[in-house]
């Protein structure tokens, strides 16, 4: 089974989507926050913004969706594909997630890719890799490559099941991923305003916040419908 989510998983733990919010997200304007010209213009900026969203995460707690989806791993091989930057499918017990736009509790080289940390507090300006160069959130912004694509791709390829759970589906790559979904997989689609998807085969749409969605496709599932 292979699952896809987006910030929406993560919004009854209190995490903001912001798609939902007029295109701000936690009241920035993304292109001001998540983007290299942002960083480029005004790397403090960038720092405050990721630092608060680093401690928002650590408050959060996982919730009744993040927690189902870890209890299909009793009878599923799961693998998911999050376009979110927390760890709260990981805290629920998930255990093989693949982050296609970076993590929160990682920083890194602004030059080197490679050189990835843990870090729990703050970023400062002024903290270097050990390249010698400033450290940066370890996330994939607006405009970056993401290079675990090619990883979730032939992941997708072989799916059996295809879950997408509170992803507007309008961020690329990540959102062209549901096309790579072998046609006669059964595919659910969990959203409180199920996103708009053409040419999409076998699709059973559950149009719920998550927590309850997740509920339903775990009887779904069970019930082996
Ligand atoms: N928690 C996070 O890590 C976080 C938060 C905000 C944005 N982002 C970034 O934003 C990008 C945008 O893509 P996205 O599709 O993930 O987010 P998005 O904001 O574009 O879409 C959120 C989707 O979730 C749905 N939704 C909102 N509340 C829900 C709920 N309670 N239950 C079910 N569905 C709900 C909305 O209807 C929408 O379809 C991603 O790259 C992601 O990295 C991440």
């Not at 629920?92 to 890719?113: D, P």
């Given at each position: ?17 912001f ?29 405050d ?28 091989d799961?693998t998911?594909?999050?376009q979110?930057i ?39 300006i ?5 390249d010698?160069?400033?450290?940066r959130p ?8 993401v290079?675990?694509?090619e ?10 099941i295809?879950v ?7 961020v690329?790559p990540?959102?062209g ?7 006669n997989?059964?595919?659910?689609i ?27 496709l ?8």
């Amino acid at each position: 089974m292979v699952v896809l989510s987006g910030a929406g998983i993560s919004a009854e733990s209190g995490l903001k989507t912001f798609r939902d919010s007029d295109g701000l997200w936690e009241g920035y304007n993304i292109e001001d926050v998540a983007t290299p010209r942002a960083w480029r213009k005004d790397p403090q900026l960038v720092l405050d913004f990721y630092n608060y969203r680093r401690r928002n995460v650590l408050e959060a707690q996982p919730n009744a969706a993040h927690h189902g989806l870890a209890e299909l791993e009793k009878n599923f091989d799961v693998t998911i594909i999050t376009q979110n930057i927390d760890d709260l499918h990981e805290r629920a017990g998930s255990t093989n997630v693949l982050h296609l736009h970076g993590e929160i509790f990682k920083m890194r080289s602004e030059r080197n890719i490679e050189l990835v940390y843990e870090i729990k507090g703050d970023i400062k300006i002024g903290d270097k890799a050990e390249d010698g160069q400033q450290l940066r959130p370890h996330i994939v912004w607006f405009e970056e490559p993401v290079p675990k694509i090619e990883e979730a791709i032939p992941v997708v390829r072989q799916a059996d099941i295809f879950v997408v759970v509170g992803t507007s589906l309008v961020v690329y790559p990540a959102a062209g991923l549901v096309n790579y979904a072998p046609w006669n997989a059964p595919k659910y689609i969990i959203d409180k305003r199920i996103p708009y998807t053409s040419e999409i085969t076998n699709i059973t749409a559950i149009e719920k916040p998550a927590t309850e969605g997740v509920k339903i496709l775990l009887s779904l599932l069970e019930s082996g419908s």
